[in-house]
């Protein structure tokens, strides 16, 4: 079974920046994509960026490039997400997951087997 465990969320003003983790335990994610969604009051769940995780390719969402990044610590088996220049429509609760697969799929939030409880990011104006 994986658990996937985040946290680093919290309140920022625009302009600021905040780093989610997500601790991974259970298994090896050598085969695993690792992603983040997002989902914000009153809409759907949307990718936010993911990362293969044996090969550290990554993808961004158009909405986050250029001022969010992700990676991951393989000997803590923890995916991190930096946020910078945050703005007031980043403002939900993040969410990280992980399917073992193909990497054509990762934006796709129906092929993530594994989530975690989701933690809140509160950007204000």
């Known amino acids: 079974q994986v658990q996937l465990v985040e946290s680093g969320g919290g309140l920022v003003q625009a302009g600021g920046s905040l780093r989610l983790s997500c601790a991974a335990s259970?298994?090896?994610?050598?085969?695993?994509?690792m992603g983040w969604f997002r989902q914000a009051p009153g809409k759907e769940r949307e990718f936010v960026a993911a990362i293969q995780y044996s090969t550290e390719v990554t993808a961004l969402s158009d909405s986050v490039k250029g001022r969010f990044t992700i990676s991951r610590d393989n000997a803590k088996m923890t995916v991190y997400l930096q946020m910078n220049s945050l703005k007031v429509e980043d403002t939900a609760v993040y969410y990280c997951a992980a399917y073992s697969g193909a990497y054509d799929y990762l934006t796709l939030k129906e092929k993530y087997d594994y989530w975690g409880q989701g933690t809140q990011v509160t950007v204000s104006s």
């Open positions: 259970g298994r090896t994610f050598s085969n695993y994509i």
